[in-house]
């Protein structure tokens, strides 16, 4: 890792500069957004040329890349009037009932919906049978694999020095409305994975205060699956130039994760309480169904009822020792109530659209749109929720993604009972959130980066938008940028939980020009060979 570092400094180019990005009178941003005033070709993982801002970096003109908005707001409405009345629960069921009465719409957005409602194979131990485990079978919490075994030989992960504060937990949940009307399958599953305890964070007046954050993996990720360093981030076709980040292997079981274990090393560093698990459906949890996140949502309350009840609780602690029921009751929080300790909830990828319908859930209302006729209750009101880190979102909803992706929601919602795409109800209501940052690359594929920088504007509480040039996915990201993600991330936690009015760090943009330019200097690992 730190010869990594070390080559990515040393490595380190800047990239062409090309003509204008709106050349031709192509409108690629919104009205009150400036104008990009150059283009260059990103590769992975977009491998074409991107709209971006010039900037300074010492005595070198730059031009920094961002993604595009894919929908701009139509002329003679508002955005307002575009982004979230058109992209509300109720209109993508209608797009998809309009959508079913043509033959070649509907086919095309049926397709795509059955790709967000099918099975998704296990990874985890597809190189190490080690960590394999009948997922909805009864499973020895011992067969897991813990934070030691990504220490040892070539892996070296930081996330080992927390193997003597880390307990292997399994809650109990219900099947989802997919998984009960379509597979027929009834009873409860297991959603499993990691809690490590942390000393406490230190609040202004040097005090240690426990505090917890959970964190959901990106789309099929799942925790304890090995990424070995050794795997190449990338590759590139020599006939076609086309860059291909790295995928599984025979040495890797999920190209990326060292990353995303390296945030959880990160937070429990700095004191706090982390749990991740598997969300249903991926890895060592249990489930038929990866795809329905507004349900993981309601996983993560189960889990914090489950920390204080200990109903439908495992719990294996480092010294070996297993306890459930009662007796795993406030085991993790030391008598402490997951009522009481603050807590901040955040996710990558399909996690953050978990993370955004919990959020929703909390502090807005209750929905359930996984049903032909959804049901809707009060917002559960946990008032120790203080935040939510979202890293490679689409927090800004289906306007902002590609057109008929509001009709693929509708059909995913109507015909295989699952949410997965964020509506844009949650949009509308996240200055009820107390806390907000976007963590993402310029170029990160989800969403144009301008919908990520309207989702900071309309948020009115704690926030932070920390932006990196990258991509969306893991596997190629530079150390030293992860590092700052990691750095970020933590700030944004502390302030939120300690209650504080600002994050330290933070560069509070005015205009998607100021985000952009902010990025620190630090090229993704495919861009680094450009001239």
């Not at 490595?11 to 090309?18: D, G, I, K, T, V």
């Not at 230190?202 to 789309?219: C, H, S």
């Not at 490679?392 to 699952?418: C, I, K, W």
Request: proline letters at 5%; hydrophobic letters at 35%; charged letters at 25%.
């Amino acid at each position: 890792m730190k010869q990594t570092i070390a080559l990515a400094a040393l490595s380190l180019a800047f990239m062409p500069m090309q003509a204008g990005a709106q050349d031709a009178g192509q409108k690629i941003v919104n009205n009150g957004t400036p104008t990009p005033d150059c283009s260059v070709h990103v590769n992975v993982d977009r491998n074409a040329s991107l709209p971006g801002y010039k900037a300074k970096w010492d005595d070198t003109e730059v031009c920094l890349p961002f993604t595009p908005t894919n929908q701009l707001v139509p002329a003679g409405t508002t955005a307002s009037q575009f982004y979230i009345d058109e992209f509300s629960d109720s209109r993508v069921r209608e797009k998809w009932a309009a959508c079913k009465a043509d033959t070649a719409c509907r086919e095309k957005t049926m397709t795509a919906a059955k790709g967000f409602a099918k099975f998704e194979p296990r990874d985890t131990g597809t190189v190490d049978k080690k960590g394999v485990i009948d997922f909805d079978g009864n499973v020895d919490l011992a067969s897991i694999r813990r934070p030691a075994y990504f220490g040892k030989g070539a892996y070296s992960e930081e996330i080992a020095k927390s193997d003597p504060a880390a307990y292997v937990v399994e809650f109990t949940a219900p099947r989802d409305s997919y998984e009960i009307q379509h597979l027929k399958l009834s009873g409860d599953i297991k959603v499993r994975g990691w809690y490590l305890k942390g000393a406490g964070i230190t609040d202004e007046a040097g005090n240690k205060q426990r505090a917890l954050v959970i964190l959901n993996n990106g789309g099929g990720g799942e925790v304890t699956a090995i990424d070995d360093p050794a795997t190449a981030p990338f590759s590139i076709d020599k006939a076609t130039g086309k860059y291909t980040p790295a995928a599984r292997d025979s040495l890797s079981e999920e190209p990326g994760m060292r990353h995303w274990r390296g945030f959880l090393r990160d937070f429990n560093a700095a004191g706090f309480d982390v749990l991740i698990t598997d969300r249903r459906g991926n890895g060592i949890s249990g489930g038929r169904n990866g795809f329905n996140t507004a349900e993981q949502a309601n996983d993560m309350f189960r889990e914090l009822e489950q920390l204080d009840s200990g109903n439908g609780l495992r719990v294996l602690g480092p010294d070996g020792k297993l306890v459930a029921g009662q007796d795993a009751a406030k085991v993790l929080l030391d008598g402490r109530s997951a009522r009481d300790v603050p807590v901040v909830v955040g996710g990558y990828s399909r996690g953050s659209y978990a993370t955004q319908w919990f959020m929703h859930k909390n502090f807005v209302e209750d929905c359930n749109y996984d049903l032909a006729t959804p049901v809707c209750e009060a917002k559960r009101g946990l008032d120790n929720v203080k935040g939510a880190i979202l890293y490679g979102p689409n927090s800004a909803g289906l306007g902002y993604r590609l057109a008929g992706h509001d009709a693929v929601e509708g059909a995913l919602r109507v015909e295989f009972n699952t949410t997965y795409y964020v509506d844009s109800g949650v949009f509308a209501n996240v200055d009820k959130w107390p806390a907000l940052q976007i963590v993402k690359g310029s170029w990160d594929y989800v969403e144009g980066l301008e919908g990520s920088f309207a989702t900071y504007q309309r948020a009115s509480g704690l926030k932070d938008i920390s932006v990196f040039l990258g991509p969306h996915i893991l596997q190629t990201q530079n150390p030293e940028t992860m590092a700052f993600a990691g750095e970020r991330m933590v700030a944004f936690a502390k302030a939120a939980a300690l209650g504080q009015k600002t994050v330290p760090g933070s560069v509070e943009p005015k205009t998607l020009k100021d985000l952009v330019t902010s990025v620190p200097h630090h090229w993704e690992l495919s861009m680094q060979k450009q001239q």
